[in-house]
């Protein structure tokens, strides 16, 4: 029962992002919390705190994206929550990709998000078709290289 409630709790933060209530979901994320995105494409990076999770996110949503959660796995008490969900998404008629993204929680605050995808797929898309990525949607934001 626990783990279906869970589910339901990622499903409806995916739902609103995807609605762009941005600053909604940064709120769900820990004042330190991480968010790591692999490989060597503008989005990649490991991104610390509120401010730099949600300018990442924005910029996730500004390119419309297609994203389905098709499983959830739960595990561990509530103060030590481990959460990893398959999805799939397609942007643009250019991009497709699948992914799993595991969560620690602390009391539904995400602690870290990790992102496992086929980091490939996302530079070449990046490569191929720039005038799609949203790369001027970057901005500043300060981030470490993850490889």
């Known amino acids: 029962m626990l783990s279906w409630l869970v589910a339901q709790y990622v499903r409806y933060n995916v739902r609103r992002l995807l609605r ?5 979901l940064a709120r769900q994320f820990g004042a330190d919390a991480e968010l790591i995105f692999p490989g060597r494409s503008s989005f990649s990076g490991r991104f610390t705190g509120r401010a730099q999770i949600a300018a990442w996110l924005r910029r996730f ?15 561990g008490a509530p103060w030590n929550r481990r959460v990893a969900y398959h999805v799939s998404d397609r942007i643009g008629s250019h991009y497709s990709n699948e992914a799993v993204v595991w969560l620690r929680l602390r009391w539904l605050h995400a602690v870290q998000q ?5 980091t490939e797929r996302v530079a ?5 078709h720039p005038e799609e990525t949203g790369r ?5 934001v300060e981030r470490a290289r993850v490889g």
């Not at 949503?61 to 739960?74: G, T």
């Open 20 to 24: 762009g209530d941005v600053d909604g």
């Open 61 to 75: 949503v500004a390119l419309r994206p297609e994203y389905v959660v098709r499983d959830v796995l739960v595990s």
């Open 114 to 118: 990790r992102v496992f995808l086929d």
């Open 124 to 128: 070449e898309w990046e490569r191929d």
């Open 136 to 140: 001027e949607l970057i901005g500043s």
